[in-house]
């Protein structure tokens, strides 16, 4: 049996929204922060959920580890980022494991009910790693900044956008094996044929094969050979 369409969108969607999110989560940029008053023009200022640099453009110098004098990390958002986004990237790895053996490719009948239980999952942790995202994005200009700086949306907060969102479809995809499961469990069973409750040895006189009809016409020639002519009388 093929593996269903909407397992292998599953299949394909939630292990890239897995890097996209592994990636928004470790890297600091989730905001830009540029013309500093009092500072080189050239300096960008880098602020993740983990860690704060400072690069210039002109030399490409960067220098991660810097001081948060401005309570920076102390926010309700960045707390919250800091606790769900790893969350989210654990529980997509256990739904991709339940996932696997759900779909489970080199048997011939997928299990729909786990693969259903997997899609969930992976939903669940899409949800995990938007919500922070999202809250970021709306408090983004409100988080402590140089007075007179400007600030910009840094591509760490948009992967992690990209993936939230990849893992939302890919588990949504996989909840429709629920569907495929329900069928199955609603489908009559039908009782066995006749015919297979025969087996071999009855003498319905059915035929299974060609080769059934061409054994039982060379027997009837053989049995009428055996009759007597009118010229042995």
Request: charged share 15%; hydrophobic share 40%; proline share 8%.
């Amino acid at each position: 049996m093929r593996t269903p369409t909407e397992m292998i969108v599953g299949l394909v969607l939630c292990p890239c929204g897995l890097l996209l999110t592994f990636t928004g989560t470790l890297t600091p940029k989730w905001r830009q922060v540029s013309l500093i008053p009092n500072q080189p023009i050239d300096l960008i200022l880098e602020q993740g959920i983990w860690d704060v640099c400072r690069e210039r453009q002109s030399s490409h110098d960067r220098l991660c580890g810097q001081a948060d004098e401005l309570g920076y990390f102390e926010q309700v958002p960045v707390r919250v980022a800091q606790g769900m986004m790893p969350t989210s990237v654990v529980v997509t790895l256990l739904g991709l494991v339940v996932a696997a053996l759900g779909v489970r490719c080199w048997q011939e009948e997928p299990q729909h009910l786990v693969a259903g239980v997997a899609g969930l999952v992976l939903l669940l942790s899409g949800l995990l790693s938007l919500v922070p995202a999202s809250w970021y994005t709306h408090e983004l200009w409100a988080l402590p900044a140089p007075t007179g700086s400007t600030l910009v949306v840094g591509y760490s907060l948009v992967l992690s956008y990209l993936g939230s969102c990849l893992e939302i479809f890919g588990g949504l995809a996989l909840t429709l094996s629920f569907h495929q499961c329900c069928k199955d469990h609603r489908a009559p069973k039908l009782p066995p044929s006749p015919l297979t409750e025969a087996g071999p040895q009855s003498t319905g006189g059915a035929y299974h094969n060609p080769w059934d009809v061409l054994e039982d016409e060379r027997d009837g020639q053989h049995q009428r050979s055996t009759l007597p002519c009118d010229s042995d009388l």
